[in-house]
């Protein structure tokens, strides 16, 4: 009965956000979501998508195309993508396209890949997940909604550290204790963990990988960061180069792919992304998967929205907007990396965890939960409950602020 429904909690990352609007503190500062802002606290448009959304309205004028683009996506924006993720960034992805392998449709951004392939997983193949812990607090929830029912955290993090045995050691146990006949899913962050910033280096992602294809989990790849990392979207996707590397890993079950523009190319509210699913034959199993994904895009939504991925498809094809992009996208990481270095001149790191190991967009501080309060109480300074400080909300302006702040907690 409809009076009967319960309260559901807030969202752990843009409830805060809520909060933060409403609060009367004129210093107040908002370090929780994962938005790039500037050293003048803005959330500007990027050059090139600025150049490529120009370019767009100029067409528009001419002929403005606003119906509705097919249930898989816009059909350039599916090539150029493809380009990028299975050419550019993964060079052996090339024989994949060439066999027909690979499904894809436009998705909106990360989540909507996400929330697209939990649904697919859980239709037919799958109703068991394993996430890192900690993780994005949003995965459990949208694997969940579309009909996981065995949501599982696997060791990642512990003392301030990766643990790369104590998961490896989890998956191992969880698959001895299991008599389980579907093959379990996993979730893996490509680069700049959310939200520890703590990667496994290449030889450890092999470590981790040999164990996965072992044990035939059906690998998930969350991509939202590429290029945040080192600054280089290429160099970006090495687990995606390992994974689909074939002489060392054959994914009987697929491997699913989740990716997005939505921080590389600041494109948030236009919900620009997508999901891969590479198969592990030929044309016709990648015919059947395409149509499952098309049937439960209908379902949900229909199609994808037009706007952003028509900009994000000129960035992609025209070279030389492409270039001012990767230009872009450097320097935002340059510019996480030198907060990063500012916070180091300001305070005494021994008390946070090591921000040096850390990648991408945010700062995994060790602030406990009553700490992350009294810094929104006492400061109205807002982290994720879980101690992440998203690094581009510092600026000249606020930075003495909220160092000061976070000085006091270390008395
Ligand atoms: C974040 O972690 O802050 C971002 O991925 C934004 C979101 O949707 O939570």
Same mark, same amino acid.
């Given at each position: 009965?409809?009076?009967?429904?319960?309260?559901?909690?807030?969202?752990?990352?843009?409830?805060?956000?809520?909060?933060?609007?409403?609060?009367?503190?004129?210093?107040?500062?908002?370090?929780?979501?994962?938005?790039?802002?500037?050293?003048?606290?803005?959330?500007?448009?990027?050059?090139?998508?600025?150049?490529?959304?120009?370019?767009?309205?100029?067409?528009?004028?001419?002929?403005?195309?606003?119906?509705?683009?097919?249930?898989?996506?816009?059909?350039?924006?599916?090539?150029?993508? &493809?380009?990028?993720?299975?050419?550019?960034?993964?060079?052996?992805?090339?024989?994949? &396209?060439?066999?027909?392998?690979?499904?894809?449709?436009?998705?909106?951004?990360?989540?909507?890949?996400?929330?697209?392939?939990?649904?697919?997983?859980?239709?037919?193949?799958?109703?068991?997940?394993?996430?890192?812990?900690? /993780?994005?607090?949003?995965?459990?929830?949208?694997?969940?909604?579309?009909?996981?029912?065995?949501?599982?955290?696997?060791?990642?993090?512990?003392?301030?550290?990766?643990?790369?045995?104590?998961?490896?050691?989890?998956?191992?146990?969880?698959?001895?204790?299991?008599?389980?006949?579907?093959?379990?899913?996993?979730?893996?962050?490509?680069?700049?963990?959310?939200?520890?910033?703590?990667?496994?280096?290449?030889?450890?992602?092999?470590?981790?990988?040999?164990?996965?294809?072992?044990?035939?989990?059906?690998?998930?790849?969350?991509?939202?960061?590429?290029?945040?990392?080192?600054?280089?979207?290429?160099?970006?996707?090495?687990?995606?180069?390992?994974?689909?590397?074939?002489?060392?890993?054959?994914?009987?079950?697929?491997?699913?792919?989740?990716?997005?523009?939505?921080?590389?190319?600041?494109?948030?509210?236009?919900?620009?992304?997508?999901?891969?699913?590479?198969? /592990?034959?030929?044309?016709?199993? !990648?015919?059947?998967?395409?149509?499952?994904?098309?049937?439960?895009?209908?379902?949900?939504?229909?199609?994808?929205?037009?706007?952003?991925?028509?900009?994000?498809?000129?960035?992609?094809?025209?070279?030389?907007?492409?270039?001012?992009?990767?230009?872009?996208?450097?320097?935002?990481? !340059?510019?996480?990396?030198?907060?990063?270095?500012?916070?180091?001149?300001?305070?005494?790191?021994?008390?946070?965890?090591?921000?040096?190991?850390?990648?991408?967009?945010?700062?995994?501080?060790?602030?406990?939960?009553?700490?992350?309060?009294?810094?929104?109480?006492?400061?109205?300074?807002?982290?994720?409950?879980?101690?992440?400080?998203?690094?581009?909300?510092?600026?000249?302006?606020?930075?003495?602020?909220?160092?000061?702040?976070?000085?006091?907690?270390? !008395?």
């Amino acid at each position: 009965r409809i009076n009967s429904i319960p309260m559901a909690p807030p969202d752990k990352i843009l409830g805060l956000t809520e909060q933060f609007n409403a609060d009367k503190n004129d210093n107040k500062t908002n370090l929780t979501v994962g938005i790039y802002k500037d050293n003048w606290g803005q959330v500007t448009t990027m050059p090139s998508v600025a150049r490529a959304q120009a370019m767009l309205d100029q067409s528009f004028e001419m002929n403005t195309d606003l119906s509705y683009l097919p249930i898989k996506g816009c059909p350039d924006f599916r090539e150029n993508v &493809l380009r990028f993720l299975y050419r550019e960034s993964c060079p052996q992805g090339v024989e994949l &396209l060439n066999q027909e392998r690979i499904s894809f449709v436009q998705t909106l951004s990360g989540t909507g890949a996400l929330a697209v392939a939990s649904k697919f997983l859980s239709l037919f193949m799958s109703h068991t997940v394993w996430f890192p812990n900690p /993780s994005w607090p949003n995965h459990a929830n949208v694997f969940q909604i579309n009909g996981f029912k065995n949501i599982n955290h696997y060791t990642y993090y512990k003392d301030g550290q990766l643990d790369v045995d104590g998961w490896i050691s989890d998956l191992e146990k969880a698959a001895k204790s299991t008599n389980d006949s579907f093959p379990p899913c996993i979730v893996l962050h490509a680069c700049c963990h959310n939200p520890t910033g703590l990667d496994p280096t290449l030889e450890q992602w092999k470590r981790i990988m040999d164990k996965i294809h072992e044990l035939k989990m059906i690998p998930i790849i969350d991509m939202a960061y590429q290029g945040l990392d080192t600054g280089d979207v290429y160099k970006d996707a090495y687990l995606l180069r390992l994974s689909l590397d074939e002489s060392r890993y054959q994914w009987s079950n697929g491997l699913f792919l989740c990716q997005s523009f939505a921080k590389n190319m600041g494109l948030y509210g236009e919900r620009v992304g997508s999901l891969s699913v590479v198969t /592990s034959r030929g044309a016709e199993e !990648k015919r059947s998967v395409d149509s499952q994904l098309k049937k439960i895009v209908r379902g949900m939504y229909s199609s994808p929205p037009g706007y952003g991925s028509r900009v994000a498809n000129i960035v992609l094809s025209n070279p030389h907007l492409k270039n001012l992009w990767f230009q872009d996208v450097e320097n935002i990481a !340059k510019r996480l990396q030198s907060v990063k270095a500012k916070m180091a001149e300001r305070l005494n790191w021994d008390s946070l965890q090591d921000p040096t190991r850390q990648h991408g967009m945010f700062l995994y501080t060790g602030l406990n939960a009553s700490e992350v309060n009294t810094l929104r109480e006492d400061s109205s300074i807002y982290l994720v409950q879980d101690g992440r400080l998203s690094l581009s909300g510092l600026n000249d302006s606020n930075i003495d602020y909220v160092c000061d702040a976070l000085r006091k907690l270390e !008395k």
